[in-house]
């Protein structure tokens, strides 16, 4: 059992059950971007950004608990934007010593310079070690791409504001069983978002590869992996998707949308003797999937995470979130009242 304090203005969580294994490879694991305007500056937006690393790399190295309290910038690199190259450090939330990662976010304001489209993008080698549709292994480049286009909607009146995703960084398929993937989105306009691969339009550097042996449901936001299709090779692939936001009821042609924002993630696929049933879940006083919570102005929303493993051989020994700045959590214990089998 795990409790968590968010102290924020307005917070959209998601939360994440992750169980712990180990990955070496190059530094890349993910990231996703989302950019909204600013009020009464029509000429700058702001936007966010969360990147994923492997934490025994340069980017990733600095994250601990004090890195985290003390609220300090870390990793390297930078954002191609209209105005020139922008910092892509950030602020560490979230890290893992078993598994070797570590995630965190940040903003940045970005002067269009009189543009009203553009692309801001993020681009360099390279992701860890992930399988290759060809067989063996690479370590591809990742690219990412966000289209912005600030024109006022006709609908609306006002420019539009991306499509936001906090997804997890990892997601896990046991290979002898039928997983859905669900992408959580949420659109400040209410518009209708749709999940493509990102590689229509060359988003995804050298991980443009769909996840073997799965349908890809673009309305839903959900990556199908089903057995009856074939079975995954153990190891890591790398998924890389492009959100799209379209006005209610308007046509939702590929590269039409209002804008694209990246959205890049890992899937391990690993083997299990466990039947598919006897994943560990979350219950109890855990808040429940995609539930809202709005936190006023310094005020404090307290949660408790429950998880439990219906197999007695396994014990629960991380519960991950992809947490937003401002969030404090406690250590994982055991409930006294539901001793492990």
Sequence with gaps: MASLVVR?????????LLVTLSVEGSHFRGATFSWKPIPNDPDTIQCNFRVSWRRSSGEGGDCDQTTINTNRLIGSGNWDTPEG?????????DFSVQEDWSQGSNSM???MQ???VTDISFDSCCWITVQHPNGGTHDPDWNLVAHVDLSVRPDTGRPNSSPISAS???YRIQISCDTVIRIPREDPDGDV??????SVYSECGEACDPLPFSVLDEDKCEISYRTSMGSLRPGWYAMALTLEDYPPGAATTVGAGLSRVPLQFLVDAYTSNNQCNMKPVLTGRTPQDRDRVLVPGGGT?????????????????E??????????????TTDSDNPPL
């Design 8 to 16: 924020r203005s307005v917070v959209l969580a998601f939360l994440v």
């Design 85 to 93: 190259s922008l910092p892509a450090q950030y602020y560490c939330t």
């Design 109 to 111: 304001n970005v002067s």
């Design 114 to 116: 009189g543009n009203t």
């Design 168 to 170: 997890s960084a990892i």
């Design 193 to 198: 978002v749709k999940c493509r691969y990102a």
């Design 301 to 317: 929303y307290h949660a408790v995470l429950e998880a439990e493993s219906p197999n007695p051989g396994v014990s629960i020994a």
């Design 319 to 332: 519960i991950s979130t992809v947490s937003p700045l401002g969030m404090i959590k406690s250590a994982l």
